[in-house]
RNA sequence: GGGGCCGUCGUUCAGCCUGGUUUAGGACGCCAGAUUGUCAAUCUGGAGGUCGCGGGUUCAAAUCCCGUCGGCCCCGCCA
């Protein structure tokens, strides 16, 4: 290696150095007599100059150079003619006087240009991802990344947890995501699947007396993507023995903050707020709330009875709720954008969306205005003022709470309500035990199966599985999950039941958990743990609004590899070794390929 | 599985609603020449597109219709 410094590294304290610098061109300047080269690397731009007078033969090479030409320059670091330093640059106050240049790689003109400034559509920058990293940003969302994952190591070394790796090459369980099947060739007709998560094995490891485990894992779910989604990912995966919720919160509370405050510089103090799931739910309307702005819903349920609208009185009647949002100033808002809204309620799944205009002397003016008595009215909406908008939906509790969830989190980002500059993590707990799957006629865990319920709901387990919480625990951060976890059963029989209250039959539970009930019958220890996704953190302190952007080599919504073109047919031979046979139309399918 | 937006020289965008003077245009990039202090260099000249693909309507389709492929956002899904 002969390069002496990286471009980024050069000030007025090298002047006079002769040195060595090597990268690619970022961008040339050719005045004739002195060409002028923008050299880059990972570390920064550094002009070079070729001088005809100074040096010929160099001159004439350098004639040759276009973008993205991957070169080796020897030259003299001088100061900058007065007048010409470049206040952009960091190292704009030099310039490189070239005496010697050495062409590594010539390059096809690229199909866009390597430049923050103008971006090519992503397709384009996923299928030249090798040229779409050498931007500055990508460069810097990288080694973002590497910081998080350096800071978040060291954070869980110093305190005496061990990295273990778990296998990739897994056993499909029921429940949760779509496994990535993996065919056994040994096996014929068995299945390895990708883990979802290292959910299992990090139990069996506090059972196997690791104490204190974490990895940095990638995990795998065959669902459809979003733009904080996708099929395979990295979790800040632990889990402790001998230990309560507050232990892992206070923990989690104490990584964030140093992670955060190491590779972004930013200020969180914990404790983080602790808002239960039911709180969450009735105020914000999901599950993930961004408090980075206000905007709570409003519950109007007790007015509705009293007034003579008979949607609200029904809602309210057959046990649902009216909920509603109070919008600032939005009495002006135009007709055609409060269709707007209503169109979007209904995709919500509301049947409706009433709205009421606050006019001067609290005149309510709504097409349904006849049934309200605005007294009323402003005593049940405190926040209510001359000039706001108010929205209501009348409908089952958890409809009218989503519908208007997803209302406040649009309106928030249309408004301009969230303060972006705000950083507003929070925990999420007592999260309910189960939920009942309406399709498949059985109550479903909420969080996982191996979540241990409230002590204190225990009796309820079998009477009202409903009403049992979960020792369960999110943490949500500006509006995203970052992670969630709980205290797991380390009871073999209380495993057992609710297995059996999962409706996974025993025989069932016995293939699929044997090894786990087993293990939980050979002394294991209280333990609890969490995994927080890297990806979704990495991508909120990068500043970027998709998880592709601190990937280096994602998948698009199709879950295609635009680089390498995964997936892909294979040959009829690697199918037969593996024993598997396509159908007609996966045959079909293979045709675009 | 469903809803929405998008696809036009290498790139990015206009043209599409209201089909025909558009020989499909601008900017960036590219090529050639000029140019000794630029950093969005500049000046002169030039090349480059069967408008994602297939079908239909029409005297005539980038433009209207249907289908399809691809990218993005969302619902469902994501224990």
């Given at each position: ?330 009495a ?6 409060i ?16 709205w009421i205009k606050i006019g001067e002397?609290w005149k309510l003016e709504s097409a349904i205005a006849?049934?309200?008595?605005a ?14 908008l108010v ?203």
């Amino acid at each position: 290696m002969t390069r002496t410094h990286r471009c980024g590294e050069l000030t007025r304290a090298h002047v006079g150095q002769t040195v060595t610098l090597a990268g690619w061109v970022h961008g040339r300047r050719d005045h004739g007599g002195v060409i002028f080269i923008d050299l880059r690397d990972r570390e920064g731009i550094t002009q070079l100059v070729f001088d005809s007078d100074a040096n010929l033969s160099a001159h004439q090479q350098a004639e040759h150079l276009r973008d993205e030409y991957v070169i080796e320059v020897t030259g003299v670091v001088a100061l900058r003619p007065p007048g010409s330093e470049n206040p952009h640059l960091s190292t704009g106050e030099i310039e490189v006087r070239a005496t010697a240049l050495r062409i590594w790689n010539a390059a096809k003109t690229p199909p866009f240009s390597v430049d923050d400034t103008i971006h090519a559509t992503e397709a384009l920058r996923l299928k030249y991802r090798y040229l779409d990293l050498r931007r500055p940003t990508m460069q810097r969302l990288l080694a973002l990344r590497h910081h998080v994952s350096f800071a978040v190591r060291s954070f869980l070394h110093e305190r005496g947890f061990l990295e273990i790796e778990t296998p990739i090459l897994t056993k499909s369980t029921p429940e949760g995501a779509r496994d990535y099947l993996v065919p056994s060739r040994v096996n014929p007709g068995t299945f390895y699947a990708l883990p979802q998560s290292p959910q299992l094995f990090k139990q069996i490891l506090m059972i196997g007396g690791a104490d204190r485990y974490f990895q940095l894992a990638r995990c795998f779910r065959d669902e459809d993507l979003r733009l904080d989604r996708q099929p395979e990912f990295t979790q800040i995966d632990l889990e402790m023995s001998f230990v309560e919720r507050e232990d892992i919160l206070t923990l989690i509370e104490a990584l964030l903050a140093e992670v955060c405050q190491r590779t972004a510089g930013l200020h969180l103090s914990p404790p983080f707020p602790r808002l239960t799931y039911d709180e969450v739910m009735n105020r914000y309307g999901t599950d993930k709330p961004d408090l980075r702005f206000d905007l709570p819903l409003e519950d109007l349920s007790d007015f509705a009875k009293t007034s003579s609208f008979n949607v609200f009185r029904h809602a309210v009647e057959t046990g649902g709720s009216v909920k509603a949002l109070v919008i600032p100033q939005g009495a002006g808002f135009s007709r055609s954008r409060i269709d707007q809204l209503v169109d979007r309620a209904k995709e919500f799944g509301a049947k409706g969306l009433a709205w009421i205009k606050i006019g001067e002397g609290w005149k309510l003016e709504s097409a349904i205005a006849k049934f309200f008595d605005a007294t009323a009215l402003q005593k049940a909406l405190p926040r209510a003022h001359v000039g706001d908008l108010v929205i209501c939906v009348a409908d089952s509790t958890s409809v009218a709470q989503q519908t208007l969830g997803r209302l406040r989190s649009r309106l928030g980002t249309e408004l301009q309500l969230i303060e972006t500059s705000q950083w507003k993590p929070l925990w999420v707990i007592d999260f309910p035990m189960f939920e009942y799957d309406e399709e498949a006629k059985r109550y479903v865990a909420l969080h996982h199966p191996f979540t241990s319920p409230m002590p204190e709901d225990l009796p309820h387990l079998e009477t009202d599985p409903l009403r049992v919480r979960a020792q369960a625990y999110d943490l949500v951060l500006n509006g995203f999950e970052l992670g969630g976890g709980s205290i797991r059963i380390h009871s073999p029989a209380l495993q057992r039941r609710i297995f059996s209250l999962l409706g996974i039959a025993q025989s069932e539970a016995a293939e699929k958990f044997g090894f786990l009930i087993e293990a939980l019958e050979l002394g294991a220890p209280p333990h609890g743990g969490i995994a927080l996704g890297l990806d979704r953190l990495v991508m909120l302190l990068g500043g970027t609004e998709s998880i592709r952007d601190v990937i280096a080599f994602p998948k698009t919504q199709k879950a295609q590899c635009l680089l390498t073109g995964a997936p892909s047919p294979v040959d009829p031979e690697q199918l037969q070794e593996l024993h598997i046979a396509l159908t007609r139309e996966a045959e079909d399918g293979q045709e675009g390929h």
